[in-house]
């Protein structure tokens, strides 16, 4: 069993830079494919990058791709998503899933990002 625990949303004003934690205890995710999700109030669900197990191989949203980078550390169990130039359209609550192949077995709670304007 993986539990999933995402760490550093917060407030931040628009232009700001926030950087989130996925971090997986109970054992270990390196052979693990890794998605990071948002969802605003009143929206749905929406995809925002792939991190393949290796960390070589990611997959972004478009609206993420000029300004988001993920990355993942296996050796502490941790995948990171660096936000750049936020906007208030992405505030929203950031969570992580976790699995192998195209399996997402594991979900977060979440963290919560709030950009002001």
């Known amino acids: 069993q993986v539990q999933l625990v995402e760490s550093g949303g917060g407030l931040v004003q628009a232009g700001g830079s926030l950087r989130l934690s996925c971090t997986a205890s109970?054992?270990?995710?390196?052979?693990?494919?890794v998605n990071w999700f948002r969802q605003a109030p009143a929206k749905e669900r929406e995809f925002v990058v792939r991190?393949?197990?290796?960390?070589?191989?990611?997959y972004y949203a478009n609206f993420a791709k000029d300004r988001f980078r993920v990355s993942r550390d296996n050796a502490k169990n941790t995948v990171y998503l660096q936000m750049n130039s936020l906007k208030p359209e992405d505030t929203a609550n950031y969570f992580c899933?976790?699995?192998?192949?195209?399996?997402?077995?594991?979900w977060g709670q979440g963290t919560q990002v709030i950009v002001s304007s």
């Open positions: 109970g054992r270990t995710f390196s052979g693990y494919n």
């Open positions: 899933a976790a699995g192998p192949g195209a399996d997402l077995n594991y």
């Open positions: 991190i393949m197990w290796s960390g070589n191989t990611t």
